[in-house]
């Protein structure tokens, strides 16, 4: 007779076994947060420009599209910014960061 068994501990059976530490667990999501920043970022420019564009001489309007545009520029420095914070922090540090 013959038993047949998966060993769950090992990372090419299992993905989730690749988990280990926190920072793996970053490794992961950093790239995943970074594009979606990005993605919101462009998100939020096509709208604003649209509502920009199709505002016409309605200055509330213009207001709130710029107000969109701004935002949407604000989230990006600030997301850049996180990064090469981390980047400077992990290099004056001399530790390899997972990003």
Not at 6 to 21: E, L
Not at 34 to 44: I, N, P, R, S, Y
Not at 76 to 94: P, R
């Amino acid at each position: 007779m013959d038993v047949y068994a998966v060993n769950f501990a090992d990372p090419n059976n299992n993905p989730v076994a690749k988990i280990s530490s926190l920072a793996s667990i970053l490794n992961i999501l950093i790239p995943f947060m970074t594009v979606g920043a990005g993605l919101v970022f462009l998100g939020m420019l096509i709208t604003g420009s649209f509502m920009f564009i199709t505002s016409g001489d309605n200055p509330e309007g213009v207001k709130k599209a710029q107000a969109t545009m701004v935002s949407a520029v604000t989230g990006l420095v600030i997301v850049i910014s996180a990064y090469l914070l981390a980047k400077l922090i992990s290099w004056f540090f001399k530790v390899d960061l997972p990003i």
